[in-house]
């Protein structure tokens, strides 16, 4: 479903990515872990064209963007991925002026051209899918963070997107929030859908994840199912992040 | 005063005109403005610099300057404008500069996530400026909007040297048959002091109603 193959990516001479590859099948849930400033966000952000890639290349559901491409055929091309992925954000980026449902529906109107009734049923029933059904009428600055991070959920969802890209959707969340979001998450997991997860959520990456992955330095340090690489990581690296994480 | 009072009429087909004035110059005002500060943000070299220039020229002379050299100092162009409509074309690209840069800080205010979380969903640019971005930068314009209205609303009186006859022209034909200075420069003072403050309130109301959501 994901595929990236010597992915790197520099701000000025800031190398963030070095050539990276990874891998993530369909119905894969990947979660990546890694202290801040490892790059995780950065690749996440490139795989949905919100940074141009500086080398190499990376394929999603079937569309390639190349590094060595023109700019034009690469913008052409994230386009495209972003239709077919959705992506979940720290600061949840809500659309203030608009309510719960207006949010959802937004790019059923604007991106998919569905007529506004046909959107506000789709736009209800992933409401209620992410436990918000009685919310549709509030506006993001009426609900809790964790409320408005299931809206956004319920906004990616809408699009039908092949593969959701979670960029530390629980980071910003009191902790008593962070349940509800994950729960979510969970089910979406159960439901098959696949999905890449940036996040500093240890139990939700032992229980849930297919596979995870160790970044730091813009380098992939380890790359484990999750049983392994909790109780029998391969790399120095792994293990120091795996104790400063227990302490704290 | 009370040849305020006889003359009201008259004074009131002035103040007619300073609205009619005022609401045009603004309407294209705005639009010139919104298409300003989109080609300063998002044009390419050339466009982002024509857009510039214009405002610069325009916050960089006075409106009078302006207002004369679109009604008389074109005439030596061959092109002749009716008072009125030089009027309301000075009064427009003044307005359009002002309002640009307006404009252009509101659109900068509106958070960088929120063109992510558009693009994320497919949204082209274009559909992002429009659905995300503007309605948002609106809402954060109004207020200096309302300056840069209530400001022209006022600065329309300098269109009476073009003899367009609105409220402080038509006090200066007043006052030129009766000879009386005081009475007719106070009564349109109060006139336009009603009329700024009626715009001011009908755009509070518009501001609440934006507002709404936060």
């Given at each position: 479903m994901i595929t990236t193959t010597g992915l790197s990516k520099h701000f000025q001479d800031h190398e963030v990515l070095k050539s990276i590859n990874i891998e993530v099948a369909a119905q894969d849930i990947v979660v990546v872990l890694g202290p801040s400033g490892s790059g995780k966000s950065t690749l996440l952000r490139c795989l949905n064209g919100l940074e141009d890639i500086s080398g190499g290349s990376f394929e999603v559901n079937g569309i390639v963007v190349d590094a060595t491409a023109s700019r034009r055929l690469r913008q052409q091309a994230t386009r495209n991925i972003r239709k077919q992925s959705g992506m979940v954000f720290q600061q949840f980026n809500l659309y203030p002026h608009k309510t719960a449902l207006g949010n959802v529906i937004e790019g059923l109107i604007t991106v998919k051209k569905l007529p506004k009734d046909q959107a506000v049923t789709i736009g209800r029933k992933l409401l209620d899918r992410v436990g918000?059904?009685?919310?549709?009428?509030?506006?993001p600055s009426r609900l809790s963070g964790g409320q408005q991070q299931r809206v956004a959920i319920a906004r990616s969802l809408a699009m039908e997107p092949a593969v959701m890209l979670f960029d530390e959707p629980t980071s910003a969340l009191d902790p008593e929030l962070v349940g509800e979001v994950l729960s979510v998450m969970r089910e979406l997991a159960q439901e098959g859908m696949t999905m890449l997860v940036v996040s500093h959520e240890m139990k939700f990456a032992r229980e849930v994840a297919t596979k995870i992955i160790l970044m730091a330095d813009g380098n992939i340090i380890e790359e484990a199912a999750p049983q392994r690489f909790f109780e029998d990581p391969k790399e120095e690296r792994t293990r120091r992040f795996l104790r400063q994480i227990n302490e704290i | 005063m009370q040849l305020v009072f006889d003359n009201l009429p008259f004074l009131l087909k002035g103040a007619g005109f300073t609205l009619l004035l005022t609401l045009v110059s603004m309407f294209f005002g705005l639009i010139i403005g919104l298409v300003v500060a989109i080609a300063r943000l998002k044009g390419n070299l050339p466009i982002r610099w024509i857009a510039r220039f214009y405002v610069s020229i325009i916050r960089g002379t006075p409106l009078l300057v302006q207002i004369v050299i679109i009604y008389y100092g074109l005439v030596d162009y061959g092109i002749t404008l009716g008072s009125l409509t030089a009027a309301y074309i000075a009064l427009s690209v003044n307005a359009g500069a002002y309002l640009s840069e307006t404009f252009r800080g509101a659109i900068l205010s509106v958070p960088k996530g929120q063109l992510e979380a558009a693009y994320s969903t497919g949204m082209t640019p274009w559909q992002a400026m429009r659905r995300i971005v503007l309605p948002q930068a609106m809402r954060i314009a109004i207020p200096p909007m309302g300056n840069t209205f209530i400001g022209m609303l006022k600065e329309t009186s300098l269109v009476s040297v073009i003899t367009v006859s609105e409220l402080l022209r038509q006090a200066q034909l007043l006052i030129a048959q009766y000879y009386q200075y005081m009475p007719f420069y106070l009564g349109i003072g109060v006139m336009y002091w009603i009329m700024s403050t009626g715009l001011a309130f009908i755009l509070e109301r518009f501001e609440r109603r934006l507002a709404k959501a936060y």
């Amino acid at each position: 479903m994901i595929t990236t193959t010597g992915l790197s990516k520099h701000f000025q001479d800031h190398e963030v990515l070095k050539s990276i590859n990874i891998e993530v099948a369909a119905q894969d849930i990947v979660v990546v872990l890694g202290p801040s400033g490892s790059g995780k966000s950065t690749l996440l952000r490139c795989l949905n064209g919100l940074e141009d890639i500086s080398g190499g290349s990376f394929e999603v559901n079937g569309i390639v963007v190349d590094a060595t491409a023109s700019r034009r055929l690469r913008q052409q091309a994230t386009r495209n991925i972003r239709k077919q992925s959705g992506m979940v954000f720290q600061q949840f980026n809500l659309y203030p002026h608009k309510t719960a449902l207006g949010n959802v529906i937004e790019g059923l109107i604007t991106v998919k051209k569905l007529p506004k009734d046909q959107a506000v049923t789709i736009g209800r029933k992933l409401l209620d899918r992410v436990g918000l059904a009685d919310r549709e009428e509030y506006y993001p600055s009426r609900l809790s963070g964790g409320q408005q991070q299931r809206v956004a959920i319920a906004r990616s969802l809408a699009m039908e997107p092949a593969v959701m890209l979670f960029d530390e959707p629980t980071s910003a969340l009191d902790p008593e929030l962070v349940g509800e979001v994950l729960s979510v998450m969970r089910e979406l997991a159960q439901e098959g859908m696949t999905m890449l997860v940036v996040s500093h959520e240890m139990k939700f990456a032992r229980e849930v994840a297919t596979k995870i992955i160790l970044m730091a330095d813009g380098n992939i340090i380890e790359e484990a199912a999750p049983q392994r690489f909790f109780e029998d990581p391969k790399e120095e690296r792994t293990r120091r992040f795996l104790r400063q994480i227990n302490e704290i | 005063m009370q040849l305020v009072f006889d003359n009201l009429p008259f004074l009131l087909k002035g103040a007619g005109f300073t609205l009619l004035l005022t609401l045009v110059s603004m309407f294209f005002g705005l639009i010139i403005g919104l298409v300003v500060a989109i080609a300063r943000l998002k044009g390419n070299l050339p466009i982002r610099w024509i857009a510039r220039f214009y405002v610069s020229i325009i916050r960089g002379t006075p409106l009078l300057v302006q207002i004369v050299i679109i009604y008389y100092g074109l005439v030596d162009y061959g092109i002749t404008l009716g008072s009125l409509t030089a009027a309301y074309i000075a009064l427009s690209v003044n307005a359009g500069a002002y309002l640009s840069e307006t404009f252009r800080g509101a659109i900068l205010s509106v958070p960088k996530g929120q063109l992510e979380a558009a693009y994320s969903t497919g949204m082209t640019p274009w559909q992002a400026m429009r659905r995300i971005v503007l309605p948002q930068a609106m809402r954060i314009a109004i207020p200096p909007m309302g300056n840069t209205f209530i400001g022209m609303l006022k600065e329309t009186s300098l269109v009476s040297v073009i003899t367009v006859s609105e409220l402080l022209r038509q006090a200066q034909l007043l006052i030129a048959q009766y000879y009386q200075y005081m009475p007719f420069y106070l009564g349109i003072g109060v006139m336009y002091w009603i009329m700024s403050t009626g715009l001011a309130f009908i755009l509070e109301r518009f501001e609440r109603r934006l507002a709404k959501a936060y």
